[in-house]
């Protein structure tokens, strides 16, 4: 037995018995597509990965399960783009209803998180407004500076992308990757 094959069944056996494991779902997408590149099976289990997260209807599930479908950890060309969308939508639905109750804080991270699915969607515009939200939240929040600076970075290199041109916050620039 190949040992993809035997990493992908310990991981399946770890599911059957801690379902309520979110790295082992995780686990299971990214050996699939990133390592195996079994598209196919990768997207039965990204798919039903959202569905769950959508059904718990629980904040830790949902980000997660948005950023297997809509992270940059894969080449996600070979999957269906308009299934993916679909699951993006509800996910980022969701997201924002319960970041209502949220700090500023969780609430720039559901921001970035929710701007990945706007930005592949086509809403590009919706995008950095995300992230242009997500940067006065960060910036305005209770965080040591180091730490903000490092987020407010990053957010800049998400800008960067979306705009394809550098992008300025509060006299920052993004550091190159």
Request: aromatic share 10%.
């Amino acid at each position: 037995m190949p040992e993809g094959d035997v990493a992908l069944s310990v991981i399946e056996e770890g599911i059957n018995l801690f379902p309520d494991r979110i790295s082992l779902r995780q686990s299971q997408v990214s050996m699939l597509i990133g390592e195996m590149r079994d598209m196919e099976a990768g997207w039965i289990a990204l798919a039903q990965f959202a569905r769950d997260a959508i059904e718990r209807n629980s904040e830790d599930w949902l980000f997660a399960a948005m950023e297997e479908l809509f992270g940059p950890h894969y080449d996600y060309s070979e999957l269906p783009f308009a299934e993916r969308l679909s699951l993006g939508k509800e996910l980022s639905e969701r997201i924002l209803i319960l970041c209502a109750q949220q700090d500023a804080l969780s609430l720039a991270e559901s921001y970035e998180t929710i701007a990945y699915y706007n930005n592949e969607s086509g809403d590009n515009g919706l995008a950095v407004g995300l992230i242009e939200l997500a940067l006065n939240l960060v910036d305005g929040g209770p965080l040591p500076d180091e730490d903000k600076q490092e987020w407010l970075a990053h957010l800049l290199r998400v800008l960067t992308e979306y705009e394809g041109e550098a992008a300025f916050y509060g006299g920052i620039m993004p550091p190159p990757k």
